[in-house]
């Protein structure tokens, strides 16, 4: 971000164009330490679940969410609305919570026995909103709907969800 801002700086008043140019660098540094430092606090506040992360307890036992066996911050980037919010995989549902101001957001909670498959797909880093993130979880149910979540090592997510799935339909044929 730095050398864009350098440039255009460089630009505009070309008799200090190095100055400014090293005055773009060290904007387009500190950009990035806050960037980094908000990413940093909001990871450290949905663990902690304080301010607009402290809805997750309550909704998660009111959608009767059970043995969670992983959870995460995320954002649903499902319907090019990004939503940040936490994600969690039950023993019978993956259930995501926005954060407490995501007005007008419900939460989604999708029955293990809904899911179709959980796939990576590749995000294009140019893309407004990509978080620099190469990688996303897309989770598609038996409807046909997919749903996009950007989380913390999509891989493990995957397998975890797809491994959850076929224990949940090794117990319903078991059922049977």
Do not use: Y
Request: aromatic share 10%; proline share 4%.
């Amino acid at each position: 971000m730095g050398p864009p801002i350098g440039i255009v700086l460089a630009i505009k008043h070309p008799a200090r164009a190095n100055n400014a140019f090293v005055q773009g660098i060290a904007v387009g540094f500190c950009l990035s330490l806050f960037g980094s430092l908000w990413v940093l606090i909001r990871f450290l506040l949905f663990q902690k679940r304080w301010l607009h992360f402290s809805n997750m307890s309550r909704d998660l036992r009111h959608l009767k969410v059970e043995n969670i066996t992983r959870e995460s911050l995320a954002v649903d980037a499902s319907f090019r609305h990004f939503v940040v919010g936490g994600l969690f995989l039950g023993t019978d549902s993956l259930v995501f919570i926005p954060h407490r101001f995501a007005f007008g957001r419900a939460p989604l909670s999708i029955p293990l026995s809904n899911i179709a498959s959980a796939e990576i797909e590749d995000v294009n880093i140019l893309k407004f909103a990509s978080g620099g993130l190469r990688k996303r979880l897309a989770v598609s149910t038996r409807e046909g709907s997919t749903h996009e979540l950007t989380v913390w090592d999509p891989e493990g997510w995957r397998d975890q969800i797809n491994s959850s799935v076929k224990g949940s339909r090794s117990q319903i044929i078991n059922k049977q």
